[in-house]
């Protein structure tokens, strides 16, 4: 049985790079692969206990050059590259999988070092500078969800990698064969509305602002259609402001 060693680095909750993680290691395991997660936060370990190995605790200190946000934990980042030195030691893994840049930066010189194989998944577009402190360009293989992403890493730092779009439960997320107006109802909405959702963190990344501005220039002309964004984040105030000013 072949054993990959899957690193993954996040806050404690679960978003969408956390989702496609927990889908990898189901998926893994299906494949007949014995998968050893190693984390820095608990908060997946519900949905992956029954499907991983065994599941390590490790921290991710980022080395960035970035003006103000430069940071520099050279001590912590050394102390967790022995941590995952000693971890690639006991399990010996056939591959080490990165889920994200932040990961890669400590696996790929440890990969080097034990003579295994890094693969990095690279969920979003970056700063040019990022995908080489991350050490992406000299992962073994990169792989992204669009090819958007991969256009921009190709761009941006000449990384180039496979495609592979996130999975989708087609059990879990269907349509309904009734729809629940209740919502509806609360929000104003009538029946005939044509409502635009978007899920997801209210950062700056994710471009929520030219969303706002794109839609706002089509409302005038389709009056039924609505834009309803359900997240949280730093961005949260500046676009209600946004949406006032958009009227």
Same mark, same amino acid.
């Given at each position: 049985?072949?054993?990959?060693?899957?690193?993954?680095?996040?806050? &404690?909750?679960?978003?969408?790079?956390?989702?496609?993680?927990?889908?990898?290691?189901?998926?893994?395991?299906?494949?007949?692969?014995?998968?050893?997660?190693?984390? &820095?936060?608990? %908060?997946?370990?519900?949905?992956?206990?029954?499907?991983?190995?065994?599941?390590?605790?490790?921290?991710?200190?980022?080395?960035?050059?970035?003006?103000? *946000?430069?940071?520099?934990?050279?001590?912590?980042?050394?102390?967790?590259?022995?941590?995952?030195?000693?971890?690639?030691?006991? !399990? *010996?893994?056939?591959?080490?999988?990165?889920? +994200?840049?932040?990961?890669? *930066?400590?696996?790929? =010189?440890?990969?080097?070092?034990?003579? @295994? =194989?890094?693969?990095?998944?690279?969920?979003?577009?970056?700063?040019?500078?990022?995908?080489?402190? !991350?050490?992406?360009?000299?992962?073994? %293989?990169?792989?992204?969800?669009?090819?958007?992403?991969? $256009?921009? +890493?190709?761009?941006? %730092?000449?990384?180039?990698?496979?495609? @592979?779009? &996130?999975?989708?439960?087609? *059990?879990?997320?269907? =349509?309904?064969?009734?729809?629940?107006?209740?919502?509806?109802?609360?929000?104003?909405? +009538?029946? $005939?509305?044509?409502?635009?959702?978007?899920?997801?963190?209210?950062?700056?990344?994710?471009?929520?602002?030219?969303?706002?501005?794109?839609?706002?220039?089509?409302?005038?002309?389709?009056?039924?259609?609505?834009?309803?964004?359900?997240?949280?984040?730093?961005?949260?105030?500046?676009?209600?402001?946004?949406?006032?000013?958009?009227?």
């Amino acid at each position: 049985m072949k054993t990959v060693l899957m690193l993954h680095y996040g806050d &404690n909750g679960i978003r969408g790079s956390e989702v496609c993680f927990i889908e990898s290691v189901k998926a893994l395991r299906d494949a007949g692969f014995r998968t050893i997660v190693v984390r &820095n936060q608990p %908060a997946m370990d519900k949905f992956i206990q029954a499907n991983a190995f065994a599941i390590e605790t490790l921290q991710y200190p980022e080395l960035m050059l970035d003006g103000i *946000q430069s940071q520099l934990p050279i001590l912590r980042y050394v102390e967790s590259l022995f941590g995952l030195r000693k971890m690639i030691s006991r !399990w *010996q893994p056939d591959i080490i999988y990165a889920n +994200s840049g932040l990961p890669c *930066q400590l696996a790929v =010189p440890m990969g080097r070092a034990a003579k @295994v =194989p890094v693969l990095c998944h690279f969920h979003h577009p970056a700063i040019k500078r990022a995908y080489y402190l !991350w050490l992406v360009k000299f992962a073994d %293989a990169v792989f992204f969800p669009s090819q958007y992403t991969r $256009d921009h +890493s190709m761009h941006k %730092a000449g990384v180039d990698g496979r495609v @592979v779009h &996130n999975g989708v439960d087609t *059990q879990v997320f269907k =349509p309904l064969a009734v729809r629940d107006s209740a919502l509806r109802s609360r929000l104003g909405l +009538s029946a $005939d509305s044509i409502v635009v959702g978007q899920v997801g963190a209210l950062v700056p990344h994710k471009r929520p602002q030219l969303l706002l501005k794109t839609f706002a220039s089509i409302a005038s002309e389709v009056p039924q259609l609505h834009l309803c964004l359900v997240g949280k984040g730093p961005l949260e105030n500046e676009l209600r402001e946004q949406v006032a000013a958009l009227g």
